[in-house]
């Protein structure tokens, strides 16, 4: 048996690894946009044609010169002559003279030498005239082509993930595609000789393959197109073929071991044994998760993740969704980043131990006080557990230099 | 021309809506657990049998009473008797005498009388018998029957979003098929003369519907099903019968408005022509906005949204979601929402005037100081503007009777 090294740090083995595959070539695809909503934009979006593409009313009312009515009051009201009528939708292009306006109506074209509108509240029809006691200023309800963008400008960065009003936007600008990262693939291989699938009625000793589906979920809510495969024996040769069977198809490997210390060893002779292998991490120490592996294979990433359901998806999480991350493309800009990692502020309500030298990352459960104080109670149930993932709220790192923490300290949790 | 009444604001506007659609029944479906995530629970989850369902090992190495090591030292090895072995995937029960030992495997049954495990390194294995000189503490890794989940417990509460461990843990305690709530269908209906659809070129005077798909993606981010009518022209039959037709299949509908005035009455008139129809308010005190229109027929919620895309995406935002999030029976734990409303803290850039005795949403772009101050800079663009929409992070709320905020005064912002 391959004794664990464990003397990466977190820190260490994740910057190696994200280093290791910065040479990716990251594909794209076009697509729709209205299939667009959460992709990735793999190039800036350039401004075509001038929004407003012209000089148009904000409000219903008449166009007209503001100079002609700045010294309108009620001692000395102006009268303008009507010359027509625009409506939106209307094609007309009209133009006024002095003393002359232009009854419109919101979003319509803005006649030539008018520069403000004036609301019909402020005005006397009169037949083919208006009267008004009040001024306006130059660009009253008025906007002019290009005002809002500008042939040229960039509308959108590449790297933004699109949101609905994204969409709405590129629309608005006349982009019917838009070119977006292409989704990475990812099969998970759950390996395990006590594993049983969803539609088998597990004997008492086995346990249904569940990690699959958790590792599932979490790829395709950082964007990546997750295939779980059929459930692998703990057997070399069954393993090391189910992960090259895999390379051809993925961009990415996860091998969600079984439970037992034999199928973590088959993983890291499988993947050794292939061609163009390299093993960044056997073991970081890191609790719990300590018996990760970190390697690529023809460039592509790797993950052999242990089988406990706790260590599953913390190893997940530290490594996998940040090279996953990485291979979709993801947003860069510090304010969408803030959208997918949600850490909130509270205090620890136990006092926690935490082993010397391991990273120690711990699931807690929250309550919010009356005073909008929120209190995190620690679970230190074993990484077998089901309760624990599914009862807490979130997790908090403890350094590796740190060895307890204690109650009433505020700590970061981040929310799972 | 309705005059719009601007008497309510958005706090009493919002809580009589809420209040009047109170009584909707929400409905359930089954469905596989494997399509269940992002899905809301309907009713509690019970555990149905102990997890884990025996007794088992936690690690690899010898099952034994820690009663019969207790002395064990340098001085005085203990010997035990090995009398068999357990593996995962083993039915066999073993039950041992004092003085006995039995090999064991992560996971395996734990033989009866047994009450701890001893790690391999921690023993001298001797054809039939071990040699050990240390002592373990009784439970050292063992795990009881039901010591995770027992019989009867709740596992997960209603009304949870459930995420990928969420589903992992249900799987795991062998469940195929969850009750959540129906997912509500929200039909959206773009009117205006001046839109048409997007495999449509726009002559210059005319505008792709775009608002339809930024509605969408909301709804559907929201946890609805959304879908776009097509376009409804500004013709009060038409979008009566619009309302009408989209009622038959939908629990709410969104009209969506042109930018006309005209088309805004248009669907208070058609509203108030249906029957079982009742207007909550038209017109409220907020802006961007201030023209929405909030209604239901037959007990279904129906907005009529203003045209300008700014306005459309705030009305909807304010009223829209926190109705489909009822509808759609979302979460209430405060850890659930605060992963759905992301708010930051941030200091202004700028001085904002703000309209007195209206409630303003202001959108805003964020850039981060190098010691992780957070700077907004208002966006005052009009609101056709797409560059507002697409340039913002999010946005803030200034309370009715708040006439301006100073630069370097605090903000929240919620990230959109």
Chains 1, 2 share one sequence.
Not at 17 to 29: H, P
Not at 246 to 258: C, F, N
Not at 378 to 386: A, D, I, V
Request: proline fraction near 5%; aromatic fraction near 6%.
């Amino acid at each position: 048996m391959a004794r664990v090294n464990m003397e990466h740090s977190v820190e260490t083995a994740l910057n190696s690894y994200l280093e290791e595959i910065s040479d990716t070539e990251l594909l794209s695809e076009n697509v729709n946009i209205e299939e667009a909503l959460s992709r990735i934009l793999y190039e800036d979006i350039i401004v075509k044609k001038d929004h407003p593409p012209f000089d148009r009313a904000l409000t219903d009312g008449y166009a007209l010169k503001s100079g002609d009515i700045s010294y309108a009051t009620e001692a000395s009201p102006v009268i303008l002559r009507i010359i027509g009528e625009v409506n939106v939708g209307s094609k007309e292009k009209l133009s006024i003279s002095p003393k002359e306006a232009v009854k419109i109506s919101k979003g319509a074209f803005l006649p030539e030498n008018a520069d403000a509108v004036l609301l019909p509240e402020d005005v006397e029809p009169e037949k083919d005239y208006i009267k008004t006691v009040k001024s306006v200023v130059p660009e009253n309800y008025v906007t002019r082509q290009g005002e809002d963008l500008k042939t040229g400008e960039v509308f959108i960065r590449k790297n933004r993930k699109l949101r609905p009003q994204d969409i709405g936007g590129i629309i608005g600008i006349g982009c019917r595609q838009v070119k977006v990262y292409k989704k990475p693939v990812v099969t998970i291989i759950p390996t395990g000789n006590e594993l049983v699938p969803l539609d088998v009625e597990p004997d008492y000793h086995q346990i249904i393959a569940s990690n699959g589906y958790v590792l599932k979920g979490f790829v395709e809510q950082i964007g990546g197109i997750g295939t779980t495969s059929t459930i692998v024996r703990d057997d070399l040769n069954r393993v090391k073929s189910a992960i090259s069977k895999a390379l051809e198809v993925s961009d990415m490997v996860l091998v969600s071991g079984g439970s037992s210390t034999g199928s973590k060893d088959n993983t890291l002779k499988a993947v050794e044994s292939l061609e163009n292998s390299k093993i960044i991490a056997h073991g970081v120490s890191m609790k719990p998760g300590g018996h990760v592996l970190l390697a690529t294979v023809g460039g592509k990433p790797v993950i052999g993740l242990p089988g406990h359901p706790v260590s599953n998806m913390t190893c997940f999480n530290v490594f996998g969704k940040p090279v996953l991350r990485k291979l979709a493309g993801t947003p860069r800009s510090f304010w969408q980043e803030r959208k997918e990692t949600i850490k909130l502020d509270a205090f620890l309500a136990k006092n926690i131990k935490s082993p010397e030298g391991k990273e120690d990352y711990v699931r807690v459960r929250l309550f919010e006080e009356e005073d909008k104080k929120i209190l995190a109670y620690p679970y230190t149930g074993k990484s077998s557990f089901l309760s624990t993932l599914v009862k807490s709220h979130g997790v908090i790192r403890i350094p590796a230099e740190c060895i307890a923490l204690y109650e009433g300290d505020r700590v970061e949790v981040m929310l799972f």
